[in-house]
């Protein structure tokens, strides 16, 4: 008998999309532990988020402190320790984004709890099954520690529906000692695309596209699906692109419905990163390379030629809708 | 300077993955340095030294927990440069990052490092957790995922530009962390510690290769074994493999002739467009 602790992250006022995966995830670990599900907000803002969230479980709790404003691990690991213990959670989950990685396992040392990163399938209240060797097999590990830690991959969870309207409860951030760090400023990467990790649809590019102009090609396909973009190691690397296209192995995991790999060779760390989406097309102008081995659709093409024939041949079918 | 790089052998992930009653077949693998990993050490390596004209003023002392062989690969990251290793000895079946990061925390109060830098996962089981856990246990801030670093020594602080969803999140840490690196630490400009000229740029994708020389004098270089039982580790880790399986396989896609054929199929077969 235990409660799960959700640790979500939030924005204007909503949860994001990427902790409803998590929120699926948790609820059935919560009906193995014979427990329920506590969503956990921390930082600025975070009451603003909690009416939203309580559609989500029966529990919210928010921590709200100015001194909490920007994510920083070292502030926010002791919280999160803090109101596992408070709330009587066994335990500790968040969707394995860039604040969920860097932040769990922080939490996790702080409760020696044992953590399972970046999990695919809850099995039992304390088994779960999750990638390794990038996606090439899947680990069933059980983890004996009094408390547990999980983050969860976002890829392999539904979005949580809403389940009613559960209470929010306020709890005090205590001392907040950031050991001298401090966050200096995010360069954000604005695009009015959708997120790369929730998409339906990407669009990627690898090194064959030669250089960042050559990507307006890709952008306008990706723009006509409504599509995110995204890239291999071998586009960020050269800077071609941003960084947080990156797809992969240590980039972010997609499983869109429909992903176009352009003059990406298909490494396996790239694999690793987009194997789970549901249909794939590649073009690339070597037949011999291994993205063909996963893709349900392969083009033996020049980019160049094909990718604006490509556009041109979507617009006709969807002009003849 | 001195600087603590945990290191991991993982089997060479360009190797086909192989199962056996239930668990990963390493018969006849071939080994490698965690990738993160040489890059960790590649990134000590640009902070203690002049890029320009390679004179070292600081220690790297690298770490690896990990079977007898694996000291071939600790070699390896001697070669490159690091200073000195410290090797203990255990069966993989024997340790989880829970023993990892109890022996790296005694090994820290021990050594007393200024930054311990390493790799931000294991590429074999992926877990990206020890870094974040061992700062938690030392109670040291933590910079992961970092894709460039700014050592200002008279202030005794960092600035790390870190990987994160959406951007690039500067953040900055006094001496006594830990960082974790990501792949783009290892760009020709990435690390910039005050000493190498700014105009000296590093070469290639990746770390560095060991020189003849550097294998040479890895050989007379330092390498002292240790047990689990010197840290009270107990050789039965609580994070247990129950068993692995291969995912199932994905059905076998086609080649198509033209851009019409390949609309028309994603259109009408697949109902993706
Ligand atoms: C530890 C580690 C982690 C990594 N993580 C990732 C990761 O997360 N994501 C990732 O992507 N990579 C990752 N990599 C890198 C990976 O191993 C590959 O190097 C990388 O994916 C290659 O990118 P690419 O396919 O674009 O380039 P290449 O392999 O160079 O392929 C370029 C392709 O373009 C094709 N091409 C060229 N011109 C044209 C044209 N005109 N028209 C059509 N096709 C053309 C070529 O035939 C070729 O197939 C990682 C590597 C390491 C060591
Ligand atoms: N057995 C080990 N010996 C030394 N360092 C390790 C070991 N396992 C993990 N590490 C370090 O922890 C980092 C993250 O590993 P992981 O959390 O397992 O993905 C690696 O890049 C290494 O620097």
Redesign the pocket.
Known sequence: MGNVLAFCEYADGQLRTSALANLTASREIAKHHGGEVVILLVGKGAQAASAHAAKFAPKVVVVESDALEHYLAETYAPVVAAQVKATGATVVTATATSVGKDLI?RAAALLDAGQA?DISKVESATTFARPILAGNAYSTVAINTPVIAVTVRQSEFEAAGESGMGSVSTADAGSVNALGATFVKLDAQKSDRPDLGDAKVVVAGGRGMKNGENFKVLEELADLLGAAMGASRAATDAGMVPADWQVGQTGKIVAPNLYFAVAISGAIQHLAGMKGSKTIVAINKNKDEPIFQVADYGLVADWEKSVPELIAEIKKLKASR | MKIL????RVPDPTQKTKIKDNHIDLTGASWIV?T??EY?VETALRLIENGADGSKHGEIVV????PDDAAKEIRTTLAMGADRAIH?VANDSE?D?LT?VKI?KAIVESEKPDLVI?????VD???????QMLAGKLGWPQATFAATIELDSANKKLTVGREVDGGVEYKQVPLNSVI?VDLRIVAPKSVKNGVTPDSHNYSGEGARLPSLKGIMAAKKKPLEQKKLADFGAEPKPAIEEKSVALPPPRAAGQFVSDVPTLVKKLADEAKAL
Request: no cysteine; net charge neutral.
């Open positions: 396992p990163s | 790089v945990p290191v991991k965690n993160f990993d960790a770490v690896s927990i990990g203990v340790i990052s990892v790296l390493m790799g931000k996962q294991a089981g992926d877990a990206n957790q020890v870094g974790t």
